[in-house]
């Protein structure tokens, strides 16, 4: 990836200033055009344009004048333009490739840390550490490529470029950067069709499961992530779980910082160490309606076991399972998104 440099202030100064001796004027918000034009000519030449024509100065004035034009009323009209060009796509990116309105908005979030960024390029891992709420499921869509996918649309392509093995994420057009830059996100997300941006846990759902059903539980996490879903599964946090005291690390996830507990209960589910510390953590949420039991057909029904009395999901290890986990992942989302 190689960016041009972005021009300094006082270069573009020097090019309004050109600009107004050539036109015999002075422009009253050529300070805010020359900050919004973010080190580009072509934006300098655009907006000073604007004030110009909005003031009707169409070519070299008779004698000195000033142009009077607010800096609102600029932008509202070159925003306005930029819509027409950049909008939808800047729209599709944000739904990204599956739009569900309840669920997580990775691809938002990607967008306003573009929209944050000085030269309109991110190191989505850079990022991630300094957006945690939003890491989980920013990450599901580096690790399952769904923003390659996305941005190989040749329609996004032409905006956004991605780099995988860096996993950077960059915007080449000043217009386009300008148009991110100087959006409204409250009102882009509602226009959108999110019904909801900010989130309170990291998680939605958090599985706990023993060895022995990992290839169910694997093939939940991805139904899980396919429906929009943020999900801590402990394969998709090697690295960060690596060298760190996970008691420590895993507690506070059970505990609190996700949304659901999605508790898979094979036969060896109660004998070992992981599971049983994870079920002493999101125990007392089973009262709150916070716990979703996947009890194994190999397990027989307890009445000493608690989780009978909630409602569950029951899966067959011995017929297919990706079948059952895309079920049992689609009724797992209607419970978390309300939906």
Request: charged residues 30%; hydrophobic residues 40%; contains cysteine.
């Amino acid at each position: 990836m190689i960016r041009f440099e972005a021009e300094p202030t006082l270069k573009i100064t020097e090019l309004i200033k050109l600009g107004e001796q050539a036109l015999d004027v002075s422009i009253r918000c050529a300070d805010t055009i020359t900050e919004a034009a973010n080190g580009s000519f072509y934006l300098a030449q655009l907006l000073a344009y604007e004030a110009c024509l909005q003031a009707g100065v169409i070519e070299r004035q008779t004698k000195p004048a000033e142009v009077k034009t607010l800096y609102a009323s600029v932008k509202r009209q070159v925003m306005e333009r930029q819509k027409g060009r950049f909008g939808k796509v800047i729209r599709d990116f944000a739904r990204g490739n599956k739009f569900r309105p309840g669920t997580r908005a990775p691809y938002l979030n990607m967008l306003m840390w573009l929209a944050e960024s000085e030269s309109g390029t991110i190191d989505l891992g850079e990022a991630m550490q300094n957006h945690p709420a939003d890491r989980p499921s920013v990450k599901a869509t580096i690790d399952n490529k769904g923003i390659d996918t996305l941005t190989g649309n040749p329609a996004i392509a032409d905006v956004f470029f991605y780099q995988s093995h860096s996993r950077r994420l960059a915007m080449e057009d000043p217009h386009a950067i300008f148009y991110v830059k100087n959006l409204d996100f409250a009102e882009f997300a509602r226009d959108v069709g999110f019904t909801k941006v900010t989130f309170d846990k990291p998680y939605d759902v958090a599985l706990s499961f023993a060895g022995e059903d990992r290839a169910f539980a694997e093939r939940l996490n991805d139904h899980l992530t396919e429906e929009g879903l943020a999900v801590f599964y402990d394969k998709a946090e090697e690295s960060r779980i690596l060298a760190e005291d996970v008691e420590a690390l895993l507690g506070p996830i059970y505990e609190s910082d996700s949304s659901f507990v999605v508790a898979v209960m094979g036969p060896k589910y109660g004998l070992k160490r992981w599971t049983l510390f994870e079920a002493s953590k999101f125990k007392p949420r089973l009262e709150a309606g916070e716990v979703i039991p996947v009890w194994s057909t190999e397990v027989p029904q307890s009445g000493f076991d608690e989780t009978y009395r909630r409602g569950g999901i029951s899966y067959d290890p011995r017929d297919p399972l990706d079948p059952q986990a895309e079920g049992a992942a689609r009724a797992i989302a209607g419970k978390v998104t309300g939906r």
